[in-house]
């Protein structure tokens, strides 16, 4: 049973930063490819970032050199690190992957950014 639960989410002003943490169990950790998505209101889901099981990531252009998505093999963790929020960052977050053919998604944070 495969688990994913995100944390971090909460309400800040434009230009500050936040840490969102999703906490996995029921897989092998280190060798899935680890994905954070967000969804506005009235909006599609999309993905932000995504890591690979050897570190390599990659960005959605809207969040390039202000989002940094990273793991820890040893906590069964990836980090989403966003600096210099803006307001169109407001959205749900969720993490997600892939394990044995099966999409898994977290539970989601809220992220709200206001001016």
């Known amino acids: 049973q495969v688990h994913l639960v995100e944390s971090g989410g909460g309400s800040v002003q434009a230009g500050d930063s936040l840490r969102l943490s999703c906490r996995t169990s029921?897989?092998?950790?280190?060798?899935?490819?680890m994905n954070w998505y967000r969804q506005a209101p009235g909006k599609q889901r999309d993905l932000v970032a995504s890591?690979?099981?050897?570190?390599?990531?990659n960005y959605t252009d809207s969040v390039k050199g202000r989002f940094t998505i990273s793991r820890n093999n040893a906590w069964n963790t990836v980090f989403l690190q966003m600096n210099s929020l803006k307001l169109e960052d407001t959205a749900d977050y969720y993490c997600?992957?892939?394990?044995?053919?099966?999409?898994?998604w977290g539970q989601g944070t809220q992220v709200t950014v206001s001016s």
């Open positions: 997600q992957t892939t394990w044995k053919s099966r999409n898994f």
């Open positions: 890591i690979s099981a050897d570190g390599s990531t």
């Open positions: 029921g897989m092998n950790f280190k060798i899935a490819r």
